[in-house]
Structure formats: structure tokens, C-alpha cells
């Protein structure tokens, strides 16, 4: 009977399938958690590339050449969503446009507790040459695997909120109208 039992625990035909079944549940987390990490990564990236296209445009009185305020929005939205819509849901980035008294003046954000903007302004209508502007997309990142949608997510609905803001002065680009803002 002994040496059916050290027979037995002298053989090591399976001990690679055993090695392999304990390491694989980490090693498959680690690989769901690089990937999951590099896609919010990659939205962050995005969303900060169609804040500069988008703050470019406005800085050149580009979008404010548009015929009314809606047209100026819906401007600003195609641009947006021209860049950052192949990775992000364009109908879940937020935006804030904000003229500014200046540099100095007071851009902070208002968050619910949803992650939303809280009466977010689009006031593009009052900016002209020469005039402080601050422009903000949010977006709530969905999380797709719920083990670190827990561990990552600072919002309801297993979201992370993306925030990117720029604050510029437009360009001179209009010299003989009456409402430009301060041109030095």
C-alpha cells in the first residue's frame, strides 16, 4: 500500500495543468484591467484632442461666424462629436461654454451627484474678438467589466467622470466690430 501512495506522489504528469488552473484566474484580471484601464485612458485622450479642435475654432471666430446661437451650438456639437465620437457616445458628452471677464475670473464646475453638469451655459452669442472664453466637455465613462467598474468608478451607474476645460483668449479677428471684448 506505501508504495501505491509514494508512487503516486512522486509523479508530476499534471502538475503544469495545476500551475496553469491557479495562475490563470489572475492573469486573465490583470489582462481585463490593462484593457479596461487603456480604453478610459484612450476616451480621456480623445476627449482633451476634441477640446483643442473645438477651442481652436472658437479662438479664430470660426463658430461664431454662424447665424444664430443655435446654429453655433449645433456647430460646436458636430465638431465635438467629429473627433471624439468614435470612441465616446456623442450624446453623452456635456459641454459648458462660458464667456470670462478674464483669466482670473472664477471657471469652477457645478457636478451633481450623477455626474452631470449643473446648468451648464453655452453663452458662444457674447463672445467676440478679444475675449476670455472657457470651454468644458464632461463625459461619464461606463465601465464595461463589473468588478472594476466598483473599484473605479466615482459616480452612480458604475461612471467615472472624464472632465477636460481650456481657457483662451480668441484671437483679434474681427477689428471694426463695435462689441469686441479688450483687444491688446
Known amino acids: 500500500m506505501h508504495?501505491?501512495?509514494r508512487a503516486f506522489c512522486r509523479q508530476d504528469d499534471a502538475s503544469t495543468a495545476v500551475e496553469f488552473s491557479l495562475l490563470i484566474f489572475p492573469f486573465m484580471l490583470l489582462v481585463i484591467a490593462l484593457i479596461e484601464l487603456s480604453l478610459y485612458f484612450a476616451t480621456a485622450t480623445v476627449m482633451e484632442g476634441a477640446l483643442v479642435d473645438?477651442?481652436?475654432?472658437?479662438?479664430?471666430g470660426d463658430i461664431q461666424e454662424e447665424a444664430s446661437l443655435q446654429a453655433m451650438e449645433d456647430r460646436f456639437v458636430?465638431?465635438?462629436?467629429d473627433h471624439a465620437g468614435y470612441i465616446a457616445r456623442c450624446g453623452d458628452i456635456e459641454y459648458e461654454v462660458r464667456?470670462?471677464?478674464?483669466?482670473?475670473?472664477?471657471?469652477s464646475v457645478n457636478i451633481t451627484s450623477?455626474?452631470?453638469?449643473d446648468?451648464?451655459?453655452?453663452?458662444?452669442?457674447?463672445?467676440?474678438?478679444?475675449?476670455?472664453?472657457?470651454?468644458?466637455?464632461v463625459y461619464g465613462y461606463r465601465f464595461m467589466t463589473p468588478f472594476f467598474a466598483e473599484l473605479w468608478s466615482n459616480y452612480p451607474d458604475e461612471k467615472r467622470l472624464i472632465m477636460a476645460t481650456s481657457v483662451v483668449k480668441t484671437e483679434p479677428y474681427d477689428f471694426n466690430a463695435s462689441a469686441n471684448c479688450e483687444i491688446s
Not at 458636430?78 to 462629436?81: A, K, M, S, T
Not at 464667456?99 to 471657471?107: G, H, P, R, T, Y
Open 3 to 5: 508504495t501505491k501512495i
Open 119 to 137: 446648468s451648464p451655459a453655452f453663452e458662444m452669442d457674447q463672445v467676440t474678438a478679444g475675449c476670455v472664453v472657457m470651454v468644458r466637455l
Open 114 to 117: 450623477e455626474g452631470q453638469l
Open 54 to 60: 473645438v477651442v481652436r475654432s472658437i479662438r479664430t
Open 78 to 81: 458636430e465638431e465635438v462629436c
Open 99 to 107: 464667456k470670462l471677464d478674464s483669466f482670473a475670473s472664477d471657471a
